[in-house]
């Protein structure tokens, strides 16, 4: 018995012992069907077609199933769907649901629910928006199976059904998905995944809750990032929200809690030292640093400004600032995609990693530079965008650039960002922000490498090369063709700044040694996880 | 006196109403956008225009501040853009671990740190008193979460006597409650200890030079009946105002205790609310809080009856 139960049960002892005591191996029991986790962030919303941030989509996971999920590989698997066949002219998606599904309300998964799900899920969603453009017709046939007919062939159909970037396609039920359209949010959460969302127990910015699903029904094959059997090893799932890393690593120690989803790294030798405690990577997709400059008012209009600015960045500078000395932790990168992912390419990118000041100094001088001050917005709340604004603003200075360092919050930089308005009426010059390697697999769910001018993300890019080579790897059969378009794209998004990363980093997780089954994964996947 | 209550409780709903003005004016002229923040950096500007019109956030200042108030006015504090929650639904959820905390510091404090001024102006200039004072000094000058992590360090994790975190509520057990209170109780309650301690202090020595306090002295009266029975009633007067006055400074404090220790209170929610621009949840916890000071103004001044019998309402 440790100090802190001594205490406990000497004080608590007469209560027990008026109470009848709870027995000690059922209340170890229990602890041991309980995980504690500590997510990234505070679930402050749960409709994760309204709101796209990933801490919801981590939880909706749990509660909502999908049609397909991608393994280990980015490859759709099967999930909720049995089988699926496709007509000659690629056109006609007809698909047939598992038997046995069920929601948590009792009632059988229906194709006319995923009928509805998906209709409320297109518009939020960029794959979901090239389906809409296609759609003709997407009906169910009978309760199990649905057909989709399209005025054109879409060969990344199971991708976009199944991919884990946000907002991911998840079935609800046709009651909940009808009343409710994609920009308001539901206030009924049931699913037919394998956990239960108990609502009552949920204090938002504290606590979330999920429950085992008795009656879900696993896929037979092993269970494989968001493909595969999702067996809950547990009863219960508490999500604890701490705001504070000090915190919840004290938490960890002490036994408080089992999983801490992304501790950060100046914590992690002290967790590494106890031996309780296991730390790995734990998205293997990573992040991908970046400031985006205003392509539409001075200085940044100029393309040549942009590339001397590129010129002279250092990825290491940015990454040292991010996630400090553990190599283990970043890389540099000479593309735009996701190293480690099968569109990555360094095609074009000498550019990205050329990390010559003086190199940089010399483009600026020539591009013809008046001196206008840049507009830098750095986020303070978020200390990636904190670390890359610091560094990012002395490089600009050293560059010889006039810079105006604001520094805000997040939520005004979200704001102030989607003003087009010239830098000194309001506008902004650069931002800093980061992409989920999640994301940066495929130039549909990558809105940052966009360059469609007014229909770009913030900064609005326009180059048209960069927009030829989309339709091209949506065409594309075979990987060695979407290798070819993304190569291409890559060239074009280098040679004229789209905009530009700053590096490729990891985080880590930590979690109790009595805990396993925890695999790395860009959403920390529950099933397969077992207490001891 | 009940006349003097009465007025002093309808005095409150000018107040309240500044308050209301003041907090919808300000969150309206700040920056930041929900609709941005919840759309997610996929979404197009349209997509954002079609979220910040569905939660009504394009009308006119009037015409929601006008909608707010008819709310209020109905008891309704409205419902949070992001969790889609009544917010006085989340104001329930929140104010009894914010309530515990400031119960069980201020009853700390008071307890630890009346003896304690009174004590060093007993013994003044003696190593008592200093040793008082150097602590006041130190409560003074260390921030609240650095006594809490160092609380955390030695007596959670060295020495595991008690948890790093969390709340338990008071419904399942006065131990379980109480453990979880203890170490934020002492890093939120060690700069008002200070405080109400210098000022007992203080207030003591300038009693304790009195003539009646001779007289007692003079009379034989003990020491222990001189300092707490007449010297102390008559310090009372400024020392309730510090300890009413301090409630705003323990508000401010639960801010940054509640996240130190993962206490899911009033002040988490009010910093996540001000983060992601949840203008009812901010508007419903700043209402609140006024309207708690305002009553806690009252009940010290209704105190100041009861320590000196001359001040009449």
């Avoid at chain 1, 008026?18 to 986790?37: E, I, K």
């Avoid at chain 1, 759609?135 to 989709?148: G, M, P, Y």
């Avoid at chain 1, 946000?166 to 909940?176: A, D, H, K, L, S």
């Avoid at chain 1, 501790?263 to 990573?286: C, Y």
Wanted: aromatic share 10%; charged share 20%.
């Amino acid at each position: 018995m440790d100090r802190r139960s001594f205490l406990k049960t000497g004080v608590a002892a007469g209560a027990v012992a008026a109470s009848g005591g709870l027995a000690a191996p059922a209340y170890s029991q229990a602890a041991n069907r309980t995980l504690r986790f500590v997510p990234q962030a505070n679930l402050a919303n749960f409709d994760p077609i309204w709101g796209t941030q990933y801490v919801v989509r981590n939880a909706a996971v749990l509660v909502w199933d999908t049609l397909y999920g991608f393994d280990d590989k980015l490859e759709p698997q099967r999930q909720m769907v049995e089988g699926e066949e496709v007509s000659q002219d690629g056109k006609t998606w007809t698909f047939r649901l598992r038997e046995g599904l069920r929601f948590h309300d009792g009632e059988p998964v229906r194709a006319r629910d995923v009928v509805a799900s998906i209709n409320r899920w297109m518009p939020r969603d960029p794959m979901g928006q090239l389906l809409r453009a296609l759609n003709v017709e997407l009906s169910a046939t009978d309760d199990r199976t649905f057909r989709w007919v399209l005025s054109a062939p879409f060969a990344k159909m199971k991708m976009a059904l199944g991919k884990n970037a946000t907002p991911m396609c998840f079935i609800m039920p046709e009651r909940i998905a009808t009343r409710f359209d994609s920009f308001t949010q539901i206030n009924e959460y049931v699913g037919s995944g394998p956990m239960r969302f108990v609502r009552n127990e949920w204090v938002p910015g504290a606590r979330a809750v999920f429950q085992r699903f008795e009656q879900y029904v696993p896929r037979n094959e092993p269970p494989n990032w968001l493909a595969g059997g999702k067996r809950m090893m547990v009863d219960r799932v508490e999500w604890v929200i701490m705001p504070d890393p000090a915190t919840a690593a004290a938490a960890l120690q002490n036994g408080e809690i089992d999983w801490w989803e992304n501790p950060i790294t100046d914590l992690v030798p002290v967790l590494r030292r106890n031996r309780n405690i296991a730390v790995d990577i734990a998205d293997p997709l990573g992040n991908i640093g970046s400031f985006r400059m205003n392509h539409l008012h001075p200085p940044f209009n100029n393309v040549r400004v942009r590339q001397a600015v590129m010129t002279a960045l250092s990825q290491q500078d940015y990454m040292t600032a991010l996630v400090g000395d553990d190599r283990n932790l970043w890389r540099t990168m000479g593309g735009f995609f996701t190293p480690g992912t099968p569109l990555y390419t360094e095609e074009g990118g000498e550019m990205m990693k050329a990390a010559n000041l003086e190199r940089g100094r010399a483009m600026l001088r020539e591009s013809g530079y008046a001196g206008e001050p840049v507009i830098c917005l750095v986020a303070q709340d978020q200390p990636i965008t904190k670390a890359q604004g610091d560094v990012t603003a002395d490089l600009l200075r050293r560059l010889g650039m006039t810079v105006e360092y604001v520094a805000t919050d997040w939520g005004t930089v979200g704001q102030r960002r989607a003003m087009k308005n010239p830098p000194n009426q309001g506008g902004w010059g650069m931002f800093h922000t980061w992409h989920a390697g999640a994301d940066a697999i495929n130039p549909v769910l990558y809105n940052a490498v966009r360059a469609n001018g007014d229909g770009a993300w913030f900064g609005w890019p326009n180059v048209p090369a960069v927009e030829a080579e989309v339709p091209n790897w949506l065409a594309a059969t075979t990987i060695e063709q979407e290798r070819a378009a993304i190569g291409r794209l890559n060239r074009a998004a280098v040679e004229n700044v789209v905009y530009c990363p700053t590096g490729f980093f990891l985080g880590y997780q930590a979690w109790r040694r009595n805990v396993s089954g925890i695999v790395k994964g860009p959403i920390p996947f529950a099933w397969g996880v077992s207490k001891s | 006196m009940f006349a003097y209550v009465v007025r002093r409780v309808l005095a409150t709903i000018p107040v309240m109403a500044v308050v209301a003005l003041f907090v919808f004016s300000l969150l309206y002229i700040a920056p930041g956008d929900p609709a941005a923040v919840i759309a997610g950096d996929q979404a197009t500007p349209a997509d954002v225009e079609r979220i910040r019109a569905s939660l009504g956030l394009d009308r006119p200042y009037l015409v929601r501040f006008g909608a707010w108030v008819w709310d209020i006015l109905r008891g309704d504090l409205g419902t949070s853009i992001f969790t889609n929650l009544p917010v006085s639904t989340m104001i329930a959820q929140r104010i009894e671990p914010t309530l515990s905390l400031m119960i069980v510091t201020l009853l700390l404090a008071v307890s630890v740190a009346v003896p304690m001024g009174v004590v060093a102006a007993w013994k003044q200039g003696t190593l008592v008193d200093r040793a008082v004072m150097a602590f006041a000094v130190l409560g003074f000058s260390v921030p609240v979460f650095v006594v809490g992590y160092l609380l955390a360090y030695f007596f959670a994790l060295e020495w595991d006597l008690l948890p790093v975190q969390g709340y338990t509520p008071f419904s399942r057990g006065f131990w379980p409650w109480l453990e979880n209170l203890i170490l934020p109780a002492i890093a939120l309650g060690t700069v008002y200890i200070a405080l109400i301690a210098r000022i007992t202090r203080a207030t003591m020595l300038e009693v304790l030079q009195q003539d009646y306090i001779r007289t007692a002295k003079a009379k034989g009266v003990g020491q222990r009946a001189i300092l707490f029975l007449h010297a102390l009633k008559n310090a009372a007067v400024p020392i309730v105002t510090v300890i009413g006055i301090g409630i705003a400074l323990l508000i401010g404090g639960a801010v940054v205790t509640e996240s130190v220790f993962a206490i899911p209170g009033l002040g988490r929610l009010t910093v996540d609310a001000i983060l992601r621009r949840d203008y009812p949840v901010i508007q419903g916890v700043v209402l609140l809080f006024s309207f708690v000071y305002v009553l806690v103004n009252l009940a010290i001044d209704l105190l100041y009856t009861l320590f000196d019998p001359r001040i009449r309402y």
